[in-house]
C-alpha cells in the first residue's frame, strides 16, 4: 500500500496564477484532510470531507477550493494565488473504524512569488 | 490562548539522555495524539491514547484526563530521535485534530 500520496512535492507560483494539489489514498478511509504549516505555527486545516461528495470548512479555509468526487481522492485548489498562500500543505486520512488515527502525506512545498 | 500547549519549544539533549516533552490542553478530549516530523517533512503517529500509558520501543506517552496533561518519554535518546513531535487532540467524537505547535528536539552525538 502506497497510503497518503501528494502531487506535486514542489511548485512555485507566481500571484494570480491557479493550480491544484492532487491527495490520493488506497486505505479506503473515509476521512479526508487539507493542512498548511507555516514557521511557528501548528498544522492548520483548511478543509476537511467526511465522505464522498462532501466537504466542509477548517480553521483557515478562505482562498481555497476542494472538492472529493471520488473516496480516494482529495482535491485542493488555489484560484487566484497569493504570496500569503506560500506554506508547506499536509493531506491526511483517516477512518472512525480505526478511531480516527490520521495518516499523512509527504507534504507540498508551495512558493508564490 | 492556545488550546494545545506544549513545552518546551525547543529542546538539545546529549546522547542517551531521558528526554520528556509536555503537553497540556483546555478542552475536553476523546483522544490525544502525539506525531513525529523527522526534517524532512514527513509527518507519522506514533501515540494515539484516551487514558492511561502507551510504551513503544524507548517511547512512552502518558495522559492524565484529570489534569488535562501527557508527557512523551524518550529513554536512551539517539541522534536519530531529532524531530519535531507534535501534540494533538480529537475533541469528543469529532474527526478533526486541534494542533500543538510542536518542539523540535535535536540529539547530539
Known amino acids: 500500500n502506497a497510503g497518503v500520496t501528494q502531487t506535486p512535492k514542489f511548485r512555485v507560483l507566481k500571484t494570480g496564477q491557479s493550480m491544484t494539489l492532487l491527495c490520493a489514498q488506497d486505505?479506503?478511509?473515509?476521512?479526508m484532510y487539507w493542512y498548511r504549516q507555516d514557521p511557528g505555527m501548528g498544522l492548520r486545516l483548511i478543509h476537511y470531507?467526511?465522505?464522498?461528495?462532501?466537504?466542509a470548512k477548517g480553521e483557515v479555509p478562505d482562498g481555497y477550493n476542494v472538492s472529493r468526487l471520488k473516496k480516494q481522492n482529495f482535491l485542493l485548489g488555489l484560484e487566484s494565488a497569493a504570496p500569503s498562500q506560500t506554506s508547506v500543505y499536509f493531506c491526511?486520512?483517516?477512518?472512525?473504524?480505526?478511531?480516527?488515527?490520521?495518516?499523512f502525506g509527504p507534504g507540498t512545498r508551495l512558493t508564490v512569488t | 490562548k492556545n488550546e494545545v500547549e506544549q513545552s518546551p519549544q525547543n529542546l538539545t539533549a546529549q546522547e542517551g539522555e531521558f528526554i520528556t516533552i509536555n503537553c497540556s490542553y483546555s478542552v475536553g478530549i476523546s483522544a490525544l495524539h502525539w506525531l513525529q516530523q523527522h526534517p524532512g517533512g514527513g509527518i507519522v503517529s506514533l501515540f494515539m491514547?484516551?487514558?492511561g500509558k502507551k510504551k513503544h520501543g524507548r517511547l512512552i506517552a502518558t495522559i492524565n484526563i484529570q489534569e488535562k496533561h501527557s508527557s512523551l518519554h524518550i529513554t536512551a535518546s539517539h541522534p536519530r530521535d531529532s524531530a519535531v513531535y507534535i501534540c494533538?487532540?480529537?475533541?469528543?467524537?469529532?474527526?478533526?485534530?486541534?494542533f500543538g505547535k510542536g518542539t523540535k528536539l535535536t540529539v547530539n552525538p
Open positions: 491526511a486520512s483517516s477512518s472512525p473504524r480505526k478511531t480516527y488515527e490520521q495518516y
Open positions: 494533538a487532540v480529537t475533541q469528543g467524537g469529532s474527526e478533526k485534530l486541534v
Open positions: 486505505m479506503n478511509h473515509e476521512y
Open positions: 491514547l484516551s487514558s
Open positions: 470531507s467526511v465522505g464522498e461528495g462532501t466537504t
